[in-house]
């Protein structure tokens, strides 16, 4: 069974600063993973995804993540935050087939300072 | 820009009764998921759905619950007889074929009373 861990249920960063969103997964196969956002009183929003290609994936608004199979980690970060970016982030793992159901973290609420 | 759309955006129904949950995919895509997130919890897996039919189901998905694409462009989630627990935001999700990312309602917001 394929599971995800966030650390940090909530992070707060101040504008300008790197953001750091940490993920981690549990699978038996190697996976495809996922971040999604989750903007106030909207729906989930793709960020980027890996799907075995290149190991660090560019996602939408400045963010990357670095896929380590040895840490069995997705962590996602940007170089500067910026206040449009709070909002609430989903890590979530999928096999390696298209078209599959995804296993979702709790989720990590990001607060951006002034 | 394509879009998932889901209604209603906020639905409070008494304890006991059905609800439908309705879902307009995005057009060419073939595969359907409904997923649902209790406050405070992880978004959950429901089920997905291909070629008219469940292709995959939940523990969750038990037989209150139901899936029907009644016509060409509708996908709904009808729950019998509503819970307490039922409460949740529910979010519809579709895919194209061959790709690996799935793409997004606004949730529809369920709360039993």
């Known amino acids: 069974a394929q599971s995800v861990t966030q650390l940090g249920s909530h992070v707060s960063v101040s504008e300008g600063a790197l953001v750091l969103l940490r993920c981690n997964y549990s699978s038996s196969v190697p996976p495809y993973l996922f971040w999604y956002v989750q903007y106030p009183n909207q729906g989930l929003q793709l960020l980027l995804k890996?799907?075995?290609?290149?190991?660090l994936v560019k996602g939408i608004n400045g963010f990357e993540a670095e896929f380590k199979k040895s840490e069995t980690s997705f962590h996602l970060t940007k170089p500067s935050a910026h206040m449009s970016d709070a909002a609430e982030y989903f890590c979530?793992?999928?096999?390696?087939?298209?078209?599959?159901?995804?296993?979702f973290g709790q989720g990590t609420r990001l607060t951006i300072n002034p | 820009e394509p879009e998932v759309t889901q209604t209603p955006s906020h639905q409070v129904t008494q304890m006991g009764q059905e609800v439908i949950l309705r879902c307009v995919p995005i057009?060419?895509?073939?595969?359907f998921y409904w997923y649902r997130q209790i406050l405070g919890q992880k978004v959950e897996f429901l089920v997905s759905f291909y070629n008219n039919e469940i292709s995959e189901k939940s523990e969750i998905f038990d037989d209150q619950f139901s899936v029907e694409r009644p016509d060409g462009s509708n996908f709904t989630l009808k729950i019998r007889s509503t819970k307490l627990e039922d409460s949740a935001m529910y979010f519809c999700a579709s895919s194209e074929e061959g790709r690996t990312e799935a793409f997004f309602g606004q949730g529809t917001r369920l709360t039993v009373v």
């Open positions: 979530a793992v999928s096999p390696p087939q298209g078209a599959q159901k995804l296993v």
């Open positions: 890996y799907t075995s290609a290149a190991t």
């Open positions: 057009s060419n895509h073939l595969y």
